[in-house]
């Protein structure tokens, strides 16, 4: 069955760096584009950024272009979300997406001084 296992969240301060994985499992991932979504408190869940299964091109939601990230690893079956100056804003449960209908559980991301 499909499995994604996101990790690396915490607590950073304004301005820091993160990276997220998720580890995927169950389908053929070399062939899967791949996203990442966010969802901060009391807001709905957004695209952040997606992946094509070869990593030739990628797409960013405005808010984060510049700062974000998204790369692969198709011989790990991983995804990554590299994440610079981060702002409050970014705090989140960033959730990994494969096919617009598989979820990780999340792993937390929390900008705070």
């Known amino acids: 069955q499909v499995q994604l296992v996101e990790s690396g969240g915490g607590l950073v301060q304004p301005g820091g760096s993160l990276r997220l994985s998720c580890a995927a499992s169950g389908f053929t991932f070399s062939r899967a584009a791949m996203s990442w979504y966010r969802q901060g408190s009391g807001k709905e869940r957004e695209l952040v950024a997606i992946?094509?299964?070869?990593?030739?091109?990628?797409r960013y939601a405005d808010s984060v272009k510049g700062r974000f990230t998204i790369s692969r690893d198709n011989a790990k079956t991983t995804v990554y979300l590299q994440m610079n100056s981060l702002k409050p804003e970014d705090t989140a449960v960033y959730y990994c997406n494969y096919n617009g209908a598989y979820w990780g559980q999340g792993t937390q991301v929390t900008v705070s001084s």
């Open positions: 992946i094509s299964s070869d990593s030739g091109s990628a």
